[in-house]
């Protein structure tokens, strides 16, 4: 059976200052993530796409762990693949520099840009304007976080026109030193979507499922649980079986959202409300 090009637009890119790097990517290809996705903390992230090899992977983020400059990491890659040609790379270091590869024979539209802290690229795409979307909002939203930049991007990729053969799977990496679950993790978020009709769509929707779970809200728009509060509460939980927030918490997810007893954080607490109306 022939073996198929992994047809995809991804961006890999990095945020210094928030310590993470990551990859988006959306194809029409069955479950693109477990092949062109990926990344190191304080080392850097690539892609590998269009007739992928998977070794680009992990081989160049060895390469990038010794410390050899974007470009030497793509010539050692490709240099040792006799079917360069038909493979597209991108990649980005621990410092933000970045380089993409398009072999000669990767079918059109194909081609890449890269700049500050990313490296755009697709092929089989409908023009170019699909790579030029990615870039252009990358760097049209600095002040936004990392993971919400790279999901902005594929939306405009594929409003742009997207890969011409349709949609299919879309997949979302971003790692940072710890900033894993429970801080036990260096992998901040890791969510694809395999096989869907409207793959970013479902991508955003589970990151906000993420997001909810497992994202942070700020310390000081916690809300201070007292005497009335603390009854509503224990309330609540008495309605849905429980005897402490923690307990609930737990069997909800919500674990990484609860500390203490004498503030809540209002996700939490929104939570709480609705699941014991």
């Not at 870039?135 to 790279?150: D, I, K, Q, S, V």
């Not at 679950?181 to 969510?191: E, H, I």
Request: aromatic content about 6%.
């Amino acid at each position: 059976m022939a073996r198929r090009p992994v047809a995809t637009y991804s961006i890999c890119a990095c945020d210094l200052g928030a310590r993470q790097w990551g990859v988006g990517v959306q194809s029409k290809f069955l479950a693109v993530g477990s092949v062109v996705s990926w990344a190191e903390p304080l080392v850097g992230a690539v892609a590998t796409q269009s007739w992928a090899n998977p070794r680009y992977g992990p081989d160049g983020l060895a390469l990038l762990r010794q410390g050899l400059p974007v470009d030497e990491v793509v010539r050692q890659l490709t240099g040792a693949d006799a079917d360069r040609a038909q493979r597209q790379l991108g990649i980005v270091d621990r410092e933000g520099h970045a380089a993409t590869y398009t072999g000669a024979e990767c079918n059109e539209w194909a081609g890449g840009r890269t700049g500050d802290c990313y490296a755009a690229q697709g092929n089989i795409l409908v023009s170019a304007e699909t790579v030029d979307s990615l870039a252009e909002t990358f760097e049209a939203t600095r002040e936004r976080p990392l993971a919400e930049r790279l999901l902005d991007c594929l939306d405009a990729a594929q409003a742009a026109g997207g890969d011409r053969r349709g949609q299919q799977s879309a997949a979302l990496l971003v790692v940072g030193p710890d900033q894993g679950y429970a801080g036990l993790s260096d992998v901040f978020v890791d969510l694809r979507v395999d096989d869907h009709r409207r793959p970013l769509e479902e991508l955003r929707r589970i990151f906000g499922l993420h997001q909810q779970l497992f994202g942070k809200t700020s310390r000081s728009t916690w809300i201070e649980v007292d005497d009335g509060l603390r009854k509503e509460i224990d309330d609540r939980l008495a309605v849905l079986g429980f005897d402490s927030l923690e307990q609930w918490a737990g069997v909800e997810n919500l674990e990484e959202r609860v500390d203490g007893t004498d503030a809540i954080d209002p996700v939490v607490l929104d939570e709480l409300r609705r699941k014991s109306a």
